[in-house]
C-alpha cells in the first residue's frame, strides 16, 4: 500500500512544530476545511517560483509574519513543479492548501518561498 508522500510529509512537519513551538496548546493549531470556498487569506506560489529563488531572485509571495484569527482560513495554491514549506504548512507540487485556525497561539516555522527563510504566524482569539 502506498502512502500519498505530501499529506504524509504536512501530518508529520505539522506535528513537529506544533510539539517544538511555543502557543496555546489548548486545541489543534488547525483543522482541514477542503469544503470551503472562500478563504481570508491566499497565497499563489507560481510555477517556477523554487528556480527563481535559487538564482538569487528576492521573491515576494507573502509576509514574514501573518497575524490572524480564530475561525479565519488561509488557502495556499502551489502552482510550482516543486513542495515548499510555509511556516508550519507543507504544500506539494500543483497542491492546495486550506486549512481553518481553530485555536490561538503563535508559531515560527521554516519557510522556502520568503527571503528570511520563515514565517511567522500569530493566531488571536
Do not use: W
Request: with cysteine.
Amino acid at each position: 500500500m502506498k502512502l500519498r508522500h505530501s499529506s504524509l510529509c504536512i501530518a508529520l512537519f505539522a506535528l513537529s512544530l506544533i510539539a517544538a513551538c511555543g502557543g496555546s496548546r489548548s486545541g489543534p493549531l488547525v483543522v482541514q476545511d477542503s469544503n470551503q470556498t472562500q478563504s481570508d487569506y491566499e497565497y499563489l506560489i507560481p510555477a517556477g517560483t523554487g528556480d527563481r529563488i535559487r538564482a538569487g531572485e528576492d521573491v515576494k509571495i507573502l509576509p514574514a509574519e501573518l497575524d490572524v484569527r480564530v475561525g479565519e482560513t488561509i488557502r495556499i495554491v502551489n502552482e510550482d513543479d516543486e513542495g515548499h514549506f510555509v511556516g508550519v504548512f507543507y504544500v506539494g507540487p500543483g497542491e492546495t492548501v486550506t486549512e481553518r485556525f481553530s485555536s490561538p497561539g503563535e508559531y515560527t516555522g521554516q519557510c522556502t518561498i520568503h527571503p528570511s527563510g520563515k514565517l511567522s504566524l500569530k493566531i488571536h482569539a
